[in-house]
């Protein structure tokens, strides 16, 4: 009797572990309200960090005091997060979005600060609004890859959008 109990006692609290390790495994993860999978939010978490960093240095930097030195972190961070919104794009998508939009040599995220840089004038207001459309367009990239539901996908980029800090006009 003893012996059965035992069993079914091991019995009992393996099931409740096996319970609890497969509930911890379906955590389910949202972002602006949309339920998507622990890989998404992870590499959505990653890109939203990576383009507010980019963002914020651009938004800051002052061609009368900065210097190359900025620049350089502005190529970096751009290269950064051109990786990580690379993720899971095929060949085509990666050259025809993502390339033209953030490093394209003269009106892209990357080229307007540089050509401040090189001609010691600050970001115009026109050039601001091309970077702000820019950072939209990665954001509008990034929610596609989360869902192809154009209201799931509206409400990421808002979100996006408002955590990265972009003047929606």
């Known amino acids: 009797m003893k012996k059965i109990l035992f069993c079914l006692t091991l019995l009992v609290v393996s099931f409740g572990l096996v319970s609890c390790s497969e509930a911890n495994e379906e955590k ?4 602006a309200g949309v339920t998507i999978d622990k890989k998404d939010f992870d590499n959505i978490q990653e890109y ?3 383009a507010r960093s980019l963002y914020t240095t651009i938004t800051t930097f002052n061609p009368a005091k900065d210097g190359n030195e900025v620049i350089n972190d502005i190529v970096e961070n751009g290269n950064k997060l051109k990786t990580t919104i690379n993720k899971d794009l095929n060949q085509k998508e990666k050259k025809e979005n993502v390339q033209s939009v953030l490093l394209y040599e003269n009106v892209s995220i990357i080229g307007i600060p540089k050509n401040a840089i090189k001609y010691s004038r600050e970001i115009t207001d026109t050039e601001m609004v091309l970077i702000n459309q820019n950072f939209k367009a990665l954001n509008d ?8 539901d154009k209201k799931s996908s509206e409400k990421i980029v808002n979100e996006l959008n ?3 800090g972009i003047e929606v006009n």
């Not at 990239?141 to 869902?147: F, L, P, V």
Request: aromatic share 12%; charged share 40%.
């Open 28 to 31: 389910e993860y949202s972002y």
């Open 48 to 50: 939203e960090e990576e």
């Open 141 to 148: 990239i990034e929610a596609n890859k989360i869902t192809t």
């Open 162 to 164: 408002d955590n990265i």
